[in-house]
């Protein structure tokens, strides 16, 4: 009989040593963060799954490729290496490189979005709605119907409403929507993926009316392998030929390579429209760089070109796939609520159900991460009512977020199976006393994006 253990698909040459802390320790590095963990030191934290992107661990030929970098200015060596390694997965026109994902969104919605347009998405993650906004524009979501219901298993909650697409569209009038967004997996909405069929509907729907799609491909490679494992009609493809299937339909995409780039900094835009590209690589050329390096030295370029290859092998896949839904499978069985099922790059605990207590605006996100830090060392991220509660534009009430959820995000090829068991045990030990964990309310909080900066004061032990 085959052996079923799937193991990490790699050995490990470098290591980096993990701080052990005390509890004591955890207790008043907390206190001085005033209970907000971005506001932690790294070295304070055991595992830290606060984000996937950039944190993950490159491949020795990852590493020997940043030997080859070539650093010119114009017309870099590794700039055609890079470009050809995009156009093999992303089969568009012009690729332009940037420094990160946003930079990407920027210059596309500067060159294409006015003040009154409507940009709709499955999901907007927060720097493509803020870059829209910036604008003067409006980001609509439209998550299908499935993703509001977070209990209820779903092979693809992150798909668009192709319905209510369609009703924007003829409501609005396609001249105010200069594209739309289809998010490749739904960060916003679970990690949760879009299935082929969705693309292909939302993608007839933006040609009926002459609008283009773009992708936001941050997380392509562990969309396109639960395309390969949900939809049968894929199940002999490889994950690279899905990917590129995906891509073909749309009109461009935007890109963050430190998520399914496999690389710690770096993005890019592409688009087939020639008049847009020229557009693009003007503005790039006035903040980021000039069009051969987008604001990256040689060597990220080189990085990000292996990366691309290594990201679609299945043996990695499947690890990552099955290492995310492991944590996710061993907390649930024990009764603590999660988005179900897992999805790509995280688990996302449902804190509302996790500390029924707590109002939401006593921010039981808030609540569940300090209890992971001060248990177990782990640095999670509150999704909830700080990052997205909304103020009522007559009374200023802050109306509190649809879901209250923390992000446990799991970094590529960083963590192996017993940091995740650790990460388990420490999640349950939460749970078993949850109904004394307390809430807490704000201090200090900036005008926009105040998740990152806010402070924070428990409300006290409850009785
Ligand atoms: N789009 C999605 C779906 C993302 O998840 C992110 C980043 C971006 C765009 C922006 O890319 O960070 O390179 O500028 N997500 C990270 C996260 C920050 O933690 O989910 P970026």
């Known amino acids: 009989m085959a052996i079923k253990t799937i193991i990490e698909p790699f050995k490990i040459k470098a290591v980096e040593p993990i701080r052990v802390t005390t509890r004591a320790e955890r207790e008043a590095r907390i206190r001085e963060a005033s209970y907000n963990v971005f506001l932690l030191h790294a070295r304070d934290v055991l595992i830290d ?22 650093e010119s200015y114009a017309g870099s060596r590794s700039f055609y290496r890079f470009e ?18 946003r930079a990407a969104e920027r210059i596309l919605f500067a060159v294409t979005c006015k003040p009154g347009d409507i940009v709709p998405n499955n999901t907007h993650f927060d720097t493509t709605r803020a870059n829209i906004e910036y604008r003067g524009a409006k980001a609509v979501d439209l998550p299908c119907r499935e993703s509001h219901d977070t209990a209820t298993p779903h092979p693809f909650k992150g798909n668009m409403d192709v ?16 594209l739309v967004m289809l ?3 739904n960060n916003s909405g679970g990690g949760q993926p879009v299935s082929m069929a969705n693309g292909l509907a939302v993608a007839e729907v933006c040609r009926r ?4 799609l773009y992708i936001d491909a941050c997380r392509f490679a562990e969309n ?16 690279a030929d899905i990917a590129r299937e995906l891509m073909s339909h749309a009109d461009g995409c935007t890109m963050s390579a430190k998520k399914d780039g496999l690389a710690n900094i770096g993005g890019f835009l592409a688009t087939n429209d020639d008049d847009l590209a020229r557009q693009e690589k003007e503005l790039l050329i006035l903040t980021e760089g000039y069009p051969t390096y987008g604001g990256l030295a040689g060597r990220d370029l080189e990085a990000i070109a292996v990366g691309l290859e290594e990201v679609v092998q299945e043996d990695y896949l499947q690890y990552r796939i099955v290492s995310t839904g492991y944590l996710g499978r061993h907390i649930s069985g024990e009764g603590v609520p999660i988005v179900q099922p897992p999805g790509g790059h995280a688990i996302y605990i449902d804190a509302g159900a996790f500390l029924p207590h707590l109002h939401p605006l006593e921010y039981p996100g808030i609540a569940l991460a300090v209890e992971l830090y001060r248990e177990a060392g782990i640095r999670a991220v509150e999704i909830g009512s700080v990052m997205f509660a909304q103020r009522d534009p007559e009374t200023g009430e802050e109306q509190p977020a649809e879901k209250e959820l923390v992000r446990l995000a799991i970094p590529r090829r960083v963590y192996t199976q ?7 045990e420490g999640i349950l030990e939460v749970w078993k006393r949850r109904e004394q964990i307390g809430g807490y309310r704000i201090v200090y909080q900036a005008p926009f994006l105040r998740h990152f900066t806010a402070r924070f004061e428990p409300l006290g032990a409850r009785a």
Do not use: C
């Open 183 to 185: 998010t490749v997996t």
């Open 209 to 212: 009316h002459g609008v283009p």
């Open 418 to 424: 017993s940091h995740i068991d650790y990460v388990v």
């Open 224 to 239: 396109a392998y639960f395309i390969k494992h949900r939809e049968r009609e894929f199940a002999e493809m490889s994950v």
């Open 163 to 178: 319905e209510a697409l369609e009703n924007l569209l003829e409501h609005e009038g396609a001249d105010k929507v200069p």
């Open 84 to 101: 050809e390694s995009v156009k093999r997965l992303f089969p568009f026109k012009h690729v332009i490189p940037a420094h990160q994902g």
């Open 49 to 70: 799954l606060l984000t996937d992107s950039g944190t993950g661990a490159m491949s020795v030929d990852q590493w020997a490729a940043v030997m080859q970098g070539d």
